[in-house]
């Protein structure tokens, strides 16, 4: 094929070209984003994306051996396996292994190594050798100055032997660290807080390391213009992490394969309220601030913890089964659409009726007065809204709980467990409410009517190209269109079945696209494959029967 040895040319001319100069008495090894993803857009051309997508980095190995160099693919698969053959079989077919001068001299297929998830989009998140179990924040915050003083308890197990061990921290000054009682070395790269502890923390001990630092938080903001991390308000701040903004106001294992549980205590002044995550412990007055505290007991991934603060009208309640509910709205925005503290409770009985039982221990909202935020996110238990939302809006970030919060993706590669699942469950409403069937819905994103539906076939909706790209439309329309189409094939009792039975099996944990199609095809007794291959990880538009 023209396409496969062309690629291969390109490949191995700029294996060599970004390789440099090595240095004569030690091998080398380089990372190679741009070529891998070179890689996948090939495979997404030629259908072959539901293969692809287990690449998840690309190194070159010098091997200080005249000109010889490895070219090794790293995956998630285990080495052996059929579906890693299949891997290296298409790389191999991308690439023919020659350059034409026999400078690269073999290629390697290796798993992941330690406990951390190579993610291709974000490749510099999150830290391998301990999975975190706790996470214990005490913070002060100065609205007039933004300024946040802020102490994190870390508890994790070690999973190898650490000398050393690295969190993700963006800014903030820190002040001290120590790991069980005694001072740790500090050392900062970029986003990379390296601490070096006064013993080696050997493999199997948990652990408990506390950081203690200041400073003004920043504010990332992305290429497509969104805004993240921490952010100030017209009297406070919000607090957002999707995908990477946790890490700007404390220092942690930031990728959401590694949830832990929180305890949140936020000391504000006094006129103030802060909300967090979970359910509030205690309300402490001492002078002219007051000290929130939060407790959320079941695991949580970084990215969607979070502190609000501002002033707010809370409300209280519960739902139909006892579940506390606690929604904080701001003045600004108490003559939205839909009366929220009435609608919580009402969505979630509503969705357990449907996935199964409310995984967490509370539930709630928080309506804040940001409209240039231009975004809602489902923070754990209380969904954040930048402004009064809408009924479907309430629905989508209230069925996150159960798709993205409960059951967590392992890499942000199947952001469409989240996206394509909570969007479904908006179809799923207005079938139920009056509104267009969920198969009108599906009619309309597929003929380009739908006002949501424009850049759905840009890419495949398992396999957005880039890290930008991950809450784009095909994440979102096509997961859903997806998940139709499951329901059309097994029928609407046999789907809500293995809805339900996903967010049983994999409940507070994480899992991944494969799963969940092994899932579908048990508990239908079908063979799914054509469907997913079409709907989820082809590159063009399907053609309808």
């Not at 120590?178 to 923390?201: H, I, M, Q, W």
């Not at 995984?359 to 975004?375: E, N």
């Not at 267009?436 to 495949?460: N, Q």
């Not at 096509?478 to 609407?492: C, D, I, P, S, W």
Request: net charge negative; glycine share 8%; charged share 25%.
């Amino acid at each position: 094929m023209k396409r496969a040895l062309a690629s291969a040319a390109a490949l191995c001319l700029a294996l060599t070209a970004c390789s440099g100069t090595r240095p004569p008495d030690a091998p080398v090894r380089e990372s190679h984003h741009r070529l891998l993803e070179q890689f996948r857009s090939w495979a997404r051309d030629a259908d072959e994306s539901r293969t692809a997508r287990h690449a998840q980095a690309l190194y070159t190995v010098d091997l200080a051996e005249g000109d010889a160099y490895d070219v090794e693919l790293q995956t998630d698969l285990p080495a052996k396996s059929a579906a890693a053959e299949e891997l290296a079989g298409l790389f191999r077919t991308w690439w023919d292994g020659d350059d034409g001068d026999g400078t690269v001299r073999d290629f390697v297929l290796v798993d992941a190594r330690g406990n951390r998830v190579d993610d291709h989009l974000f490749p510099a998140l999150g830290n391998s050798g301990y999975d975190v179990t706790h996470y214990a924040l005490t913070l002060d915050y100065s609205p007039d100055e933004n300024r946040l003083t802020g102490t994190a308890v870390i508890t994790a197990r070690a999973t190898r032997d650490l000398p050393r061990f690295s969190l993700d921290l963006a800014g903030l000054r820190v002040r001290s660290a120590e790991t069980d009682g005694s001072a740790a070395r500090v050392s900062r790269k970029k986003n990379k807080l390296t601490l070096t502890p006064a013993r080696t923390v050997r493999e199997g001990k948990t652990f408990r390391t506390t950081v203690r630092y200041d400073g003004v938080p920043r504010m990332f903001t992305a290429s497509d213009g969104g805004n993240e991390g921490w952010i100030e308000t017209d009297d406070g701040v919000a607090a957002l992490g999707e995908p990477t903004g946790s890490m700007t106001w404390f220092p942690g294992n930031h990728h959401p394969s590694d949830k832990a549980t929180y305890d949140i205590d936020v000391t504000v002044p006094s006129d103030y309220t802060a909300v967090s995550n979970g359910t509030l412990r205690e309300t402490r007055r001492h002078g002219k601030r007051t000290t929130f505290r939060w407790r959320n007991r079941e695991p949580m991934a970084s990215y969607v913890a979070t502190v609000v603060t501002g002033v707010f009208d809370v409300s209280t309640g519960t739902t139909d089964d006892g579940l506390p509910v606690y929604t904080a709205v701001d003045p600004d925005e108490a003559d939205g659409p839909v009366d929220v503290p009435e609608l919580v409770p009402e969505v979630v009985d509503w969705a357990a009726d449907r996935f199964g039982p409310y995984p967490f221990s509370s539930a709630g909202a928080v309506v804040d007065h940001l409209p240039d935020l231009d975004y809602a996110l489902e923070t754990q238990t209380k969904p954040y809204f930048e402004e009064a939302p809408d009924t479907l809006l309430v629905v989508h970030e209230l069925a996150h709980q159960w798709f993205g919060n409960s059951v967590t993706p392992r890499t942000w590669q199947d952001m469409w467990l989240n996206e394509g699942f909570a969007t479904y469950a908006e179809w799923l409403w207005d079938e139920e409410h009056g509104g267009p069937s969920a198969r009108e819905t599906f009619d309309s994103f597929y003929d380009g009517t739908h006002p949501d539906s424009d850049g759905i076939w840009d890419f495949p909706a398992a396999d957005p190209p880039t890290a930008t790209r991950v809450s784009d439309p095909p994440v979102y329309g096509r997961g859903a269109m997806t998940l139709h189409q499951l329901r059309e094939a097994v029928g609407k009792r046999a789907f809500l079945t293995i809805l339900r039975t996903w967010t049983r099996e994999h409940r507070h944990g994480t899992a991944g696209t494969e799963q969940f199609i092994a899932l579908c095809e048990k508990e239908s007794g079908k063979d799914l494959s054509d469907l997913f291959e079409t709907w989820l990880f082809s590159a063009r538009k399907p053609e309808l029967p």
